[in-house]
């Protein structure tokens, strides 16, 4: 940690081999507490020399939460130490019961005190005025510490729940994106504009507040359309998304359009003018619910619609009809129909078919796609769920792959970001790479590759490829760092010779994409 204060005992008066060896852990909620951790730091050097143990090792987390320990990489880095024997130390000093943790459960910052002490590694509180020796003085206050870690955290979400709900019913937007078609306006205290926010940019100011106005002609003109295509021409969602990737229609998320996406157009109040805050609701770390429609804050007339009002509400009618229309035999019936005119089924033909079901829905109504199609007698397709099985697994190991890039990257001193929605790594806030999973592909007209798509619209300069396992489609073999002007077209296919002019992109190992990433980020910085 950077400008840590360490006081170490005089060599003079305690001789080394008295002298313990300790690791100190730091914790900061919030990136506007910028010399928090130095201050606990200081407080732990003196208790350090007090106590006659040399601070060796330094874990912190600075803007982290303590309230799980999700996305705590310093206490997460410090169990794993304790837990597989690297840690060289045996005290763990920490600025108070807080700082350890403001966990909702006491018992699980218990339990994490419990692991350090059951390999002999104790745990010292430096700020508090008790010993954590195990007495039941020291026990019992320790409890009612954590007891009341936690019940400050429960207090002040309350309070700033009251007071978002309150700045919402004013008609300030509550962070997240605006959505398409839409824009972020910074005003003053005095509602006098500070322009417009981008994409990741945020007010820094507490008397600041954000305001949603519409985006530009264009983007009305297309909001305007997607409402009266669903709603006077009867467009179903799924010809709808159809039409927009066809015509190459860009969005404020820069990657094809999805149902999801023309769902949230279609059931965005702000495109009548209105504000909608507290939908749903994720206090204190829980899992996000929905909350029922009187505990909506909704601010109204803030600006000029973009879509007729009546237009709106007949477009909810309809959302609601469809949604409640669609029962397990129906679903079944229009399968058998889709069956009989194509022989077969599969994803692909699900989405191409006019007013057909998602295969979201089927997988959510009979436990996945494959259990829909057997139901209508349709067996014949087993390759075809293995590839959506073997996607799944794809997808879930290009993510750890990514939290061990990022990782890596940051226990260099540098900065790295992953956005889940973009599938974009941002390196020391400048260098953005792509990440995308290279699937194997055996054709019968070609010869079998590995096949890399990219977005319509793609925000980074870099594609990073995890080329995966060709038995199983499952396991990442090795990596292609690629410019993002080898991609002109949608997709390339990577082969296995050695003469394909995407060989000199190619990482054997993680280790040569951490290089070659890391020169890259010190090219940035000339």
């Known amino acids: 940690m950077a400008n840590e204060l360490i006081v170490r005992p005089r060599s003079d008066l305690v001789p080394p081999s008295s002298a313990g060896r300790a690791a100190q852990y730091v914790r900061m909620s919030t990136d506007h507490q910028r010399f928090s951790t130095q201050n606990q730091a200081a407080a732990i050097a003196v208790y350090a020399a007090q106590h006659d143990l040399t601070i060796v090792r330094t874990y912190a987390d600075e803007g982290r939460s303590g309230l799980c320990i999700a996305r705590r990489d310093g206490l997460i880095t410090l169990l794993d130490d304790v837990r597989s024997g690297r840690a060289d130390f045996d005290h763990i000093l920490v600025y108070d019961v807080s700082r350890w943790g403001r966990f909702q459960d006491v018992d699980e910052s218990a339990h994490y005190e419990f692991t350090c002490r059951q390999v002999g590694i104790k745990v010292c509180y430096c700020a508090e005025e008790f010993d954590n020796d195990g007495s039941v003085i020291a026990s019992i206050v320790k409890n009612l510490k954590r007891v009341m870690a936690a019940e400050y955290s429960r207090e002040l979400s309350g309070r700033v729940y009251a007071g978002a709900c309150r700045v919402a019913s004013l008609g300030f937007k509550q962070g997240g994106p605006a959505g398409y078609g839409l824009r972020r306006e910074m005003i003053d205290e005095n509602g006098c504009s500070k322009g417009i926010l981008l994409r990741g940019q945020y007010k820094h100011l507490q008397t600041d507040r954000v305001v949603i106005r519409p985006g530009s002609e264009n983007e009305q003109r297309i909001v305007a359309r997607i409402f009266r295509e669903y709603v006077v021409h009867r467009r179903s969602r799924g010809s709808i998304v159809r039409w927009l990737n066809n015509d190459q229609v860009p969005n404020h998320r820069g990657s094809p359009w999805s149902y999801a996406m023309v769902l949230q157009v279609l059931s965005n109040e702000a495109y009548i003018g209105n504000c909608v805050y507290n939908r749903s ?44 229309r669609w029962s397990n035999e129906l679903l079944l019936k229009k399968l058998r129909e889709t069956l009989s005119v194509n022989g077969k089924l599969s994803f692909s033909i699900l989405a191409a078919t006019e007013n057909m079901p998602s295969a979201a829905l089927y997988a959510h109504r009979f436990g996945s796609l494959r259990e829909a199609f057997r139901r209508v007698g349709y067996v014949n397709s087993e390759r075809n769920f293995d590839y959506v099985d073997a996607r799944e697994q794809s997808e879930a190991e290009l993510s750890r792959q990514v939290a061990t890039l990022v990782t890596h990257i940051r226990t260099r001193g540098v900065t790295a970001v992953f ?21 194997y592909y055996a054709a019968r007209r070609h010869a079998p590759c590995w096949l890399v798509h990219r977005h319509t619209i793609e925000p980074a300069g870099l594609i990073l490829a995890l080329r995966l396992d060709k038995e199983t489609n499952r396991q990442v073999v090795d990596y292609f760092l690629l410019p993002l002007n080898e991609m002109a077209k949608h997709s390339i296919a990577l082969t296995a010779t050695s003469r394909s002019r995407f060989a000199t992109y190619r990482c054997p190992t993680m280790n040569d994409v951490l290089r070659v990433v890391m020169t890259k980020v010190a090219g940035t910085l000339l």
């Open 281 to 324: 609701s994720s206090r204190l770390k829980q899992v996000r619910k929905r909350n029922p429609p009187e505990q909506w804050i909704r601010a109204t007339g803030l600006f000029e619609p973009v879509v007729d009002k009546s237009i709106f509400l007949k477009a909810q009618d309809l959302l609601k009809e469809q949604q409640g």
């Open 419 to 439: 956005d889940a929605d973009t599938e974009v790594m941002t390196v020391a806030g400048k260098l953005a790479i792509s990440v995308r999973i290279a699937r």
